[in-house]
T-cell receptor
């Protein structure tokens, strides 16, 4: 079974609007971490946001927030007030023990 | 904090040649990971080091691949007798062990095998 599932290969959003990128995960561990990374066309993976499995509050980092629903095993990324520079690939990832697992990514295009 | 550095950024080689990539992690990070990423896919785990010890290797890492991290500092990934299927982006990441461990990536080395 896939550890991380991202079901949206591509998404479009109007500039200044909010967008939600979906991520579900599969683990039987109680302790794990969830991450989102952004990969622009330049190729570098940029860390955006982190949610620990024991964190009771949803993580927020500026315009990024992580909608963590533990019972549903989902960790959706919400980007508010989209900007043209947000156009990139977005990867959801999970740390389980000493391993990091990545999804297949969602390509986000911000339309002016 | 100068970030994770990878060299070279791009490598073009002919099938059958050997190639070596270098990764310099963030200085205070004790873990170093290598990933491979092909077009349209997420990063796939290859191997990781804690300090100088190589603790885990993926089944993806055939015997043509070898990685080292002498003295727990920089790391090298060597591919011998390259094949066209080795063409990919090779990403290095480093981290510091702890409850909220997260990966910091380099810019990657894009390998093209002709």
């Amino acid at each position: 079974a896939q550890k991380i599932t991202q079901t949206q290969p591509g998404m479009f959003v109007q500039e200044k609007e909010a967008v939600t990128l979906d991520c579900t995960y599969d683990t039987s561990d109680q302790s794990y971490g969830l991450f989102w990374y952004k990969q622009p066309s330049s190729g570098e993976m940029i860390f955006l946001i982190y949610q620990g499995s024991y964190d009771e509050q949803n993580a927020t980092e500026g315009r990024y927030s992580l909608n963590f629903q533990k019972a549903r095993k989902s960790a959706n990324l919400v980007i508010s007030a989209s900007q043209l520079g947000d156009s990139a690939m977005y990867f959801c990832a999970m740390r389980e023990l000493n391993q990091f697992y990545f999804g297949t990514g969602t390509s986000l295009t911000v339309i002016p | 904090d100068t970030g994770v550095s990878q060299d070279p950024r791009h490598k073009i080689t002919k099938r059958g040649q050997n190639v070596t990539f270098r990764c310099d992690p963030i200085s205070e990070h004790n873990r170093l990971y290598w990933y491979r990423q092909t077009l349209g896919q997420g990063p796939e785990f290859l191997t990781y080091f804690q300090n100088e010890a190589q603790l885990e290797k993926s089944r993806l890492l055939s015997d043509r691949f070898s990685a080292e991290r002498p003295k727990g500092s920089f790391s090298t990934l060597e591919i011998q007798r390259t094949e066209q299927g080795d063409s990919a982006m090779y990403l290095c990441a480093s981290s510091r062990t702890g409850g909220r461990e997260k990966l910091f990536f380099g810019s990657g080395t894009q390998l093209s095998v002709l």
